[in-house]
């Protein structure tokens, strides 16, 4: 069966530190990867999604920036984070094979910029 | 692109009694469209999907209907319990297509005891 792992669970950074997220997927090839934010009490932000290796497309301009360096692997990342980069961070996954296309979410990262 | 309406924001209903919350797309060529279930502080879980070619699907207390002239589909619950209270996204996309859903902005629901 699929597994998507995502870390850290939590994080704590200050205004102006690098971030890099981490996600994998397990037990599926060629997977579609999602990458989203949920600000407190609000709804799912679509960052990024990849549809394969090097392939990376963004939905919102701002100071992140998503890469693909192996099939099962997505990474979030920042030079320089501000307090607004503060959320849940979740990243999902999903197969387009025949008769399957259900998306799923990793457990998330919590991230608190001070 | 396509934009998926929710209501109601929250939701609040009595132990035993129905949910029923309720989207609109505007895509027509949309033809999936899954409900998420979100505990505080977890991850959106996949609860119950349905595909154009069916009105109506069932699960144990929850059920999805999609009515595609009107473009909009709804997620009902039956007998709620305390455990149901969370927030439900509903979203849709066209099945086999690489697009990522577009989500609706979320419904919380609380079971009042």
């Known amino acids: 069966s699929q597994t998507i792992h995502q870390w850290p669970a939590t994080l704590v950074q200050p205004v102006g530190s690098p971030l890099s997220l981490e996600c994998t997927v397990e037990?599926?090839?060629?997977?579609?990867l999602y990458w989203y934010r949920q600000a407190a009490g609000r709804g799912l932000q679509l960052l990024f999604y990849?549809?394969?290796?090097?392939?990376i497309s963004s939905e919102v301009p701002q100071n992140l920036s998503a890469s693909r360096p192996q099939d099962r692997q997505f990474i979030l990342s920042s030079k320089k984070l501000l307090l607004s980069d503060s959320g849940f961070y979740l990243c999902?996954?999903?197969?387009?094979?025949?008769?399957?296309?259900?998306?799923?979410f990793g457990p998330g990262t919590r991230l608190t910029v001070t | 692109g396509e934009n998926v309406e929710q209501h109601p924001s929250t939701l609040s209903v009595q132990e035993g009694d129905s949910a029923v919350i309720k989207c609109t797309y505007s895509?027509?060529?949309?033809?999936?469209f899954p409900w998420y279930k979100q505990e505080l502080g977890k991850r959106p879980q996949l609860i119950i999907d349905?595909?154009?070619?069916?009105g109506e699907k069932k699960d144990q207390r929850i059920a999805v209907t999609l009515n595609k002239t009107a473009k909009h589909f709804s997620l009902h619950i039956t007998e709620t319990q305390p455990e149901d209270s969370a927030v439900y996204f509903c979203?849709?996309?066209?099945?086999?297509?690489?697009?990522?859903?577009?989500f609706g902005s979320g419904t919380q629901l609380t079971v009042l005891p």
């Open positions: 349905i595909r154009s070619n069916v």
């Open positions: 037990g599926t090839s060629n997977p579609n």
């Open positions: 979203a849709a996309r066209r099945w086999g297509s690489a697009r990522q859903l577009t």
């Open positions: 999902a996954w999903s197969t387009i094979l025949a008769g399957v296309g259900e998306q799923y």
């Open positions: 895509d027509s060529a949309s033809n999936y």
């Open positions: 990849s549809v394969g290796i090097g392939q």
